[in-house]
């Protein structure tokens, strides 16, 4: 099983090759989606990576696959630049799937 990353920022990439972790550059939001299918349908693939810019991008459909789909497991992960509000993000998602406040 491995990780894969789906990002925006070419930084991000490389600091994450360099721990071993593949992944790609996208942009726009159809690559994205593109990508993100294509990492779902590979086996080996046990958790994406993705940008929170990305996920913004295709907010909708990634929270399609998270909720209906048992494996891959998608994480929201912050670049360099990024100011994450991943605590927020967990929240709004669990409120989201089952109605519960946090």
Same mark, same amino acid.
Request: hydrophobic share 40%.
């Given at each position: +099983? ?5 990002? =925006?920022?070419?930084?991000?990439? +490389?600091? +994450?090759?360099? *721990?071993g ?15 993100? %299918?294509? *990492?779902?349908?590979?086996?080996? #693939? *046990?958790?994406?990576? +993705?940008?929170?810019?990305?996920? =913004?991008?295709? $907010? =909708? ?11 891959p497991?998608?994480? %929201?992960?912050?670049? $360099?630049?990024? =100011?994450? $509000? ?7 998602? #669990?409120? %989201? ?6």
């Amino acid at each position: +099983m491995k990780f894969y990353l789906i990002s =925006d920022n070419t930084d991000t990439l +490389m600091g +994450m090759r360099m *721990a071993g972790i593949e992944g790609v550059l996208a942009h726009e939001s159809g690559e994205v989606t593109e990508q993100l %299918e294509k *990492a779902m349908k590979d086996k080996e #693939v *046990a958790i994406i990576l +993705m940008t929170k810019k990305l996920i =913004d991008l295709c $907010r =909708d459909r990634v929270y399609e696959l998270k909720l209906n789909c048992p494996r891959p497991l998608i994480v %929201e992960i912050s670049d $360099r630049h990024g =100011d994450s $509000r991943i605590t927020q993000t967990i929240s709004e998602y #669990v409120n %989201e799937a089952i109605g519960l406040k946090i």
